[in-house]
């Protein structure tokens, strides 16, 4: 029975600080899979060492370990992100950095959700209200589907190499 499922919890986040906090969060508790749909990544730490200490533990734990990550403009992360460039030189299939186009481009939200259970979602990408919400399977099903329909509209554009180099 489902008795043995730890109960969902829901906490309402009001800071930018309190997303970038919850963000981080999600990196450690990933086991398999982290999705990340965000305008540029340019306010959460995912260049950091610890975060990109994460990503490769995550990465290394098996040939099904995958990071997807979705975004509008992928300008930041083209200069300012040396460490997740090293990390995708090393994990060149199972780091995918895509830019959205057509529709996905319209996108407002921003989110992170670990292994399917796990996400924390600002519904304007602008405000800092949003919620995380821990071990609630369900509501993150709803936020998978968004991901794929977003990932979908989009094209891989971050390698680890620049062409013509």
Known sequence: MDDDRPKPQRTLINTRQEFIEA?????GLAQRELRVFDPDLADLNFNSRASIDALRRL???GRMHRVYVALHDVEHVKTRCPRILDLIATFPHTLLIFRTEGEATKAQDRFVLADESHFVRRPVAAQPRGVILIDDPLEAHAVRQ???EIWESSVPAVTATSLGL
């Open 146 to 148: 968004r991901f794929d």
């Open 59 to 61: 990465l290394s734990g």
């Open 23 to 27: 963000a981080e969060r999600l990196v």
